[in-house]
């Protein structure tokens, strides 16, 4: 096992390959800039902003997955907007959970009855926080 979000696990072993690549996760604080009569702006930190994690699954159906399927999977769970645990390896990624703000499909390859042998999806995460 690769990791997992929530209940799904990124894995590839003779049965089933389900990973991902471009992983790229994003860090940023939060600054104000305070507007000052006839001076420069003063600008100050007010904190750690939100990561964000963005990266790519390629779905092939030579590999034990249904693409169609597990798109529609990713699609469920960014309009539930559920905050999940995401871990790759044996580490917890980010202080605390994160939700799934964007989902973009490509179907590349579809077969008789619109089943879809080959694709993709790129997913966007955003940390969630939830103690004030």
């Known amino acids: 096992m690769i990791g997992f979000f929530g209940d799904i696990v990124f894995e590839a072993n003779d049965k089933r390959i389900l990973t991902f690549a471009g992983f790229q996760r994003n860090s940023s604080g939060r600054w104000v800039s305070h507007e000052l009569i006839g001076r420069r702006p003063v600008t100050e930190r007010i904190g750690p902003g939100l990561d964000t994690i963005s990266f790519t699954i390629t779905l092939n159906g030579n590999h034990g997955v249904k693409p169609r399927h597990e798109m529609e999977r990713w699609l469920i769970k960014e309009r539930d907007g559920l905050a999940e645990t ?23 390859v579809v077969l008789n009855k619109g089943e879809v042998f080959s694709g993709k999806v790129d997913i966007e995460l955003e940390e969630y926080v939830e103690v004030l």
């Open 86 to 108: 995401l871990v790759i390896g044996n580490k917890g990624l980010g202080v605390s959970k994160w939700v799934v703000k964007s989902v973009s499909q490509m179907w590349d």
